[in-house]
Each structure stands twice: as C-alpha cells, then as structure tokens.
C-alpha cells in the first residue's frame, strides 16, 4: 500500500492521545526528529536525545488541537554529565464538551441535549546513558490515565531509543520504539483490553550548510501504515529559525473539501533571547482543521 493510502485499521487502537507530540519544533518538522541530537523534548520521541543537551532547562508546551481540543506538556532535561542525562514530563489533553447522541430503531441520530468530555494525563521519567562516542541509548518510563464520559482507564509502558553519531558528524541516525506496556485498569467491568498504539520509527539528520539541519523519518503505529516524514529547520540568524515539514499520510485528512490538500504539512518558526527559546509551528490535517502548538523553553546556565 502507497505511503500515502489510508489504514484500514485507523481508529483501532485505545490511549490514541500517545501519539500526541508536544513540541513546537518537531512538529513545525512534520514530527521528524528521531535523529536529531541534544534535542531537550525528545523524551516522548527518542529519548537517547537528551544526552547530550548543553544545559538543563524547563519547558512548557501549549497545543490548540481539533474539533475544540487542547492539550499541554512540560519537560525537565538534566544532563548530569556527558555520560548521563536525566528527565521528566508531564501532559495532559482534554477533549472539551461534545454533545451526547443517541440512535434510534431507525438508524437515525437523536439528539439528547447532554454533553461528555474525554481526557488524559501522561506523566514519565526518562534516562540516557553514553556507550560509546558513536553511539547513545535511553528509555522512558511512562503511565497515563485516561477518562470518558465518567469512565477511566490506564495503562503504563516504556520507550526505548538509540542514536547513533556517524563519522561523519553532521549525520545522526535515530531509532525508537514507543508505548511498549499494558493496560492497567479498564473502562468497564468486562475488562475490555485496549490495544496501546504501539510506534517504531527510524530518522537521520543531516545538516547540508551550517544553518540547515534535515531530519527524515519514516515508521509505523499501531492502525497506520507507514509514514514518512520530512522536515527542515534553517537559521537565519543567531535568534531566529524558520521551519517546515510535511508527513506522508495526508490521505487521512484529505475529506473531499478545498482545504483537503494541504493535510499533512506544516509550517514553524523558533526564537532564541538569552536562555530563552519561543517556538510556534502550525500543522495541517486537511479538511479536519489545524493544531497549533507554542513551547517556551527556560535554559539554566551550568
């Protein structure tokens, strides 16, 4: 099936909030960025990452999602030494008021004039741990707890990464595999076993000039075929970055409409002042609508 075709299975997993990246920069890149070094939220992506990372800072990340949705992330990276590195984060998501609806004997959709609500909480601990000049590995712990409409559900699980520094050090290769766990309590009495949305992926990086970095990815969750994913991130000064992507699934969001063909790309800027770095990307999902996304990043001097 071509990159671009849409599952047959989309929809057929439970805790479908794990796919969820919160990170204005990687998703301003389409969410490519599992080669990407020293990168301070690549806990949730490829936790390897935050090994090398210059200085231990805070970050926060705002999403305006779908159909009224929104969620938010922060992240703790602290590189104790330059053989191990430490984080933290936590995020949650809520679905806002949708109204409840009923069927009839007929098939038709009856309106009952009640609402529900949906939401997730996600909180992990992660570790990375230098092996060799050429190669970083780390994992991240994680449990979320997860409610509808009165009822909850959780689970816990594991990522694992790798990254592999190259000869030649402009070129970064990544891999990663996500949501590796079990569920750990259930929506209802019939203990009804949700199926994790389970994710591997493989990336390279590769910085073409001095103030272009690219990162490739392509990979797999549960329900989706796979996915590739292209971005680019260039400086145009010391302050201030432009960025770009676009994923292979646009079919996904492609509903018909005018807007149908832009799913799947996405546009982002970041800004750095001092120990401070703004980042803003905007992401398209076609006929479905957009998602925004705001991360503002504190860095403490070491």
Same mark, same amino acid.
Request: aromatic share 10%; hydrophobic share 40%.
């Given at each position: 099936?071509?990159?671009?075709?849409?599952?047959?299975?989309?929809?057929?997993?439970?805790?479908?909030?794990?796919?969820?990246?919160?990170?204005?920069?990687?998703?301003?890149?389409?969410?490519?960025?599992?080669?990407?070094?020293?990168?301070?939220?690549?806990?949730?992506?490829? !936790?390897?990452?935050?090994?090398?990372?210059?200085?231990?800072?805070?970050?926060?990340?705002?999403?305006?999602?779908?159909?009224?949705?929104?969620?938010?992330?922060?992240?703790? %990276?602290? !590189?104790?030494?330059?053989?191990?590195?430490?984080?933290?984060?936590?995020?949650?998501?809520?679905?806002?008021?949708?109204?409840?609806?009923?069927?009839?004997?007929?098939?038709?959709?009856?309106?009952?004039?009640?609402?529900?609500?949906?939401?997730?909480? %996600?909180?992990?601990?992660?570790?990375?741990?230098?092996?060799? !000049?050429?190669?970083?590995?780390?994992?991240?712990?994680?449990?979320?707890?997860?409610?509808?409409?009165?009822?909850?559900?959780?689970?816990?699980?594991?990522?694992?990464? %790798?990254?592999?520094?190259?000869?030649?050090?402009?070129?970064?290769?990544?891999?990663?595999?996500?949501?590796?766990?079990?569920?750990?309590?259930?929506?209802?009495?019939?203990?009804?076993?949700?199926?994790?949305?389970?994710?591997?992926?493989?990336?390279?990086?590769?910085?073409?000039? !001095?103030?272009?970095?690219?990162?490739?990815?392509?990979?797999?969750?549960?329900?989706?075929?796979?996915?590739?994913? %292209?971005?680019?991130d260039y400086a145009l000064n010391s302050a201030f970055a432009l960025r770009g992507g676009f994923k292979s699934n646009a079919a996904d969001y492609n509903m018909g409409g005018l807007v149908g063909v832009t799913g799947g790309g996405s546009l982002g800027f970041g800004w750095k002042f001092r120990n401070f770095n703004l980042d803003y990307a905007v992401a398209s999902y076609g006929d479905l609508g957009i998602s925004n996304?705001?991360?503002?990043?504190?860095?403490?001097?070491?």
């Open positions: 099936m071509p990159l671009a075709a849409q599952s047959e299975d989309a929809g057929s997993t439970g805790f479908d909030t794990l796919k969820l990246i919160y990170s204005a920069r990687t998703t301003a890149m389409a969410g490519a960025g599992l080669g990407l070094a020293a990168n301070q939220e690549a806990q949730n992506l490829n !936790p390897a990452a935050i090994l090398r990372v210059p200085d231990h800072g805070i970050s926060t990340t705002f999403m305006d999602h779908l159909v009224g949705s929104a969620g938010g992330a922060f992240h703790y %990276v602290y !590189p104790k030494n330059m053989y191990e590195a430490y984080g933290a984060s936590l995020s949650y998501w809520n679905s806002g008021q949708m109204d409840r609806t009923e069927i009839s004997s007929s098939g038709d959709l009856i309106e009952t004039g009640e609402s529900f609500g949906a939401s997730s909480i %996600v909180a992990g601990v992660s570790g990375a741990r230098f092996i060799s !000049p050429a190669l970083d590995i780390g994992g991240s712990l994680k449990f979320i707890y997860d409610s509808i409409d009165g009822n909850s559900a959780s689970a816990v699980m594991a990522d694992l990464g %790798v990254l592999h520094h190259t000869a030649n050090p402009n070129i970064k290769v990544g891999l990663a595999i996500r949501n590796l766990g079990f569920q750990s309590s259930y929506y209802s009495d019939s203990k009804y076993k949700e199926h994790l949305p389970l994710s591997y992926g493989a990336g390279i990086s590769i910085k073409l000039m !001095p103030k272009l970095d690219t990162a490739l990815d392509i990979g797999k969750a549960t329900g989706e075929q796979f996915t590739l994913k %292209v971005g680019l996304q705001l991360s503002l990043r504190y860095n403490f001097a070491n």
